[in-house]
């Protein structure tokens, strides 16, 4: 299964990874990027202003992206970056409403296709993606964020 990879331990503890900074999340986000395989799919489920984008900065990061290319895509849904070591595709749902909406958005290439696909808002629509998908939970905790992932089997 491609999203086995054993991820730093803070990150799979129930009580997660406590970030007091951008730099701490995108630190997180590099973690994740080198010890998940290549062609993992992660839901990131959040409020706004958790960290989501943040976190897809260091995943980019750790692909040997340039984070500075990153941006949300809450209006464009997808943004896909090749100049890493492997692609990382970049979707945002919230703004799908019905899971019809998710075939017009290309979802199934994505998953399909090469490279890490991080997906903001991808708790709406978990019975779309893949069953080896990562969930990526963030909260907001005063002026620090909480990141905890968990294997969906």
Known sequence: MANR?????????????LCHSE??????????AEAVQPSAVL?????????????VKGLAEGLGIDPAAVS??????????DSGRHPL???????????????????DDCLAGPGLVAIEWGGKFLSALPPDTWR?????????????????T
Do not use: Q, W
Not at 23 to 32: D, H, K, P, S, W
Not at 43 to 55: I, M, N
Not at 72 to 81: A, G, I, K, N, Q
């Open 5 to 17: 990879n054993p991820l730093p331990d803070p990150l799979l503890d129930s009580r997660g990874l």
């Open 72 to 81: 949300s895509p809450t209006f464009t849904l997808v943004h896909e970056y």
């Open 43 to 55: 839901s990131l489920e959040g409020p706004l202003g958790a960290g989501k984008t943040c976190f």
């Open 89 to 107: 595709i970049h979707m945002d749902l919230y703004r799908i409403e019905e899971p019809g909406e998710l075939a017009g958005l290309g979802l």
């Open 136 to 152: 990526v939970v963030f909260s907001i905790e005063g002026d620090a964020r909480r990141i905890r992932a968990e294997a969906r």
């Open 23 to 32: 730099a701490e999340t995108r630190a997180a986000g590099r973690l994740f």
